[in-house]
Nanobody, 127 residues
Framework: QVQLVESGGGLVQAGVSLRLSCATS????????MGWFRQAPGKEREIVAA????????YYADSVKGQFTISRDSAKNTVYLQMNSLKPEDTAVYYC????????????????????WGQGTQVTVSS
């Protein structure tokens, strides 16, 4: 079993940066591909970014390319989402997700591919 705990959300003004963290515990972090999703009110959950076990491969939704950066720290069993130049349309609950993979270069980009989820952290961007 894997436990995921997100932190770092909050209420901010447009243009500022936030860094979300997702601390993991339980099974071996180094075997899990990780991802960040978000869900805005009235909308479906969508992929934001994903990263392979090795950290060498990443994926970004078109809406956040060049704005968000995903990274992972194996020593801290933590994955991060650096969000820059935040916009009101980035307002959502952000979820961390994990799933064990065999091939360490695998990047998982759909919610159905993930087995473990955090409780979510709210990010609200005011204009």
């Amino acid at each position: 079993q894997v436990q995921l705990v997100e932190s770092g959300g909050g209420l901010v003004q447009a243009g500022v940066s936030l860094r979300l963290s997702c601390a993991t515990s339980g099974r071996t972090f180094s075997s899990y591909a990780m991802g960040w999703f978000r869900q805005a009110p009235g909308k479906e959950r969508e992929i934001v970014a994903a990263i392979s076990v090795s950290g060498g491969r990443t994926y970004y939704a078109d809406s956040v390319k060049g704005q968000f950066t995903i990274s992972r720290d194996s020593a801290k069993n933590t994955v991060y989402l650096q969000m820059n130049s935040l916009k009101p349309e980035d307002t959502a609950v952000y979820y961390c997700a994990a799933s064990a993979v065999v091939i360490h270069t695998t990047v998982l980009t759909t919610s159905k591919q993930y087995n473990y989820w955090g409780q979510g952290t709210q990010v609200t961007v005011s204009s």
